[in-house]
């Protein structure tokens, strides 16, 4: 019987990444920089290179230059982050959660990819976060294969992630899903969305849902929409979501701010940034077993027949009318 990989699919030949308008500092140059990437690809393929998307989300995380609505972080409203990333690869994203948004020391941050992988992301974490020295908040490297129902509860159970944890005075859950370039094979995408609605149900969330505040962030950079498509469709039927919108910092003396755009646009219109939460009424919905029929809707507004969701189309759209506009 073969083996699938999915980071050495057939004829895989990609090559090292970098944005313009992104500045590694020295202590990330060799891990995420054109050598790291390298020897991490031919050791890691597709989970060793540093994805478009990922730089997109970097900027969101710590682009003091931008005011960003929603932003990553409502400091008003929370005091204890539990931010995990899935498909976390490389560990850049989750090297950026941590010297921008969890600053405190109650924070916890889950750095998550296959349990083939997993070596990779703490050796990059460990040379990246101790070169810039002690942080507060706490970062850890767990196995999690998308649809893998065992590998997400026990992330729940280590962490308290559980409404029976009387031994918790203050229950911990999840306050953050980010997830960074992940939408690309088909044959993925039902396997992560399967486990975005694992993670969005309790025990790591409350289980009344009017008091939880998880969002999911979401980076995601267009490649082939014939098939990518797919996963918006149905994700949307699980999931209120919005792109990121920003603007240049007002400047002192400058009487009129900048119009708000779409995070994305500045770079190469292709990138977004999406900022989901889970419908409270899905929570009752039945999930089905076949990955197909979720892809297709079934099971979602507590039905069986096919159904799908508009957002992602119309966000389209209306991208298009912003780009006529411009012109």
């Known amino acids: 019987m073969n083996f699938y990989d999915p980071n050495f699919p057939p004829n895989l030949a990609i090559s090292p990444s970098h944005h313009p308008q992104l500045t590694l500092v020295s202590s990330s140059e060799n891990v995420f ?3 790291g990437q390298l020897e991490a690809i031919r050791n890691y393929g597709i989970a060793g290179r540093v994805w478009e998307a990922s730089y997109s989300m970097l ?6 230059d931008w005011d960003f609505d929603p932003p990553f972080l409502d400091k008003k409203l929370q005091s204890m982050n539990t931010i995990l990333e899935l498909g976390a690869g490389t560990g850049i994203v989750t090297s950026g959660i941590v010297e921008t948004v969890a600053t405190c020391e109650q924070d916890v941050v889950i750095s998550t990819d296959l349990p083939e992988v997993c070596p990779l992301l703490e050796a990059n974490l460990r040379e990246t976060l101790n070169r810039t020295g002690p942080r507060c908040c706490t970062v850890h490297v767990r196995p999690l294969t998308w649809g893998n129902v065992h590998h997400a509860t026990e992330i729940g159970k280590e962490f308290g992630l559980a ?3 009387v031994d918790s ?3 911990r859950y999840l306050t953050h899903i980010v997830c960074s370039d992940l939408v690309y094979f088909p044959e993925l995408l039902a396997p992560l969305l399967r486990t975005l609605i694992q993670l969005s149900s309790p025990p790591f969330i409350p ?3 009017s008091e939880h505040g998880l969002k999911i962030v979401m980076s995601y950079k267009i490649r082939s929409l014939a098939k990518e498509a797919a996963f918006f469709s149905a994700f949307g039927l699980w999931f209120a979501f919005e792109p990121v919108v920003a603007r240049p910092n007002t400047k ?3 009487a009129l701010q900048s119009p708000w755009s779409r995070f994305g646009t500045s770079l190469d219109g292709q990138d977004f940034i999406f900022v989901a939460r889970r419908r409270p009424e899905s929570m009752a919905w039945g999930l089905p077993d076949d990955d197909q029929k979720l892809l297709d809707g079934v099971g979602a507004w507590g039905t069986d027949s096919r159904k799908s969701d508009d957002t992602f189309e119309m966000l389209l759209l209306m991208g298009l009318d912003d780009e006529d506009d411009n012109k």
């Open 169 to 171: 005075v203050e229950p």
């Open 59 to 64: 900027l969101y995380l710590g682009h003091n």
């Open 252 to 254: 002192k003396g400058e």
């Open 33 to 35: 920089g054109s050598s």
């Open 163 to 165: 409404m029976s944890a």
């Open 207 to 209: 289980i009344l849902e």
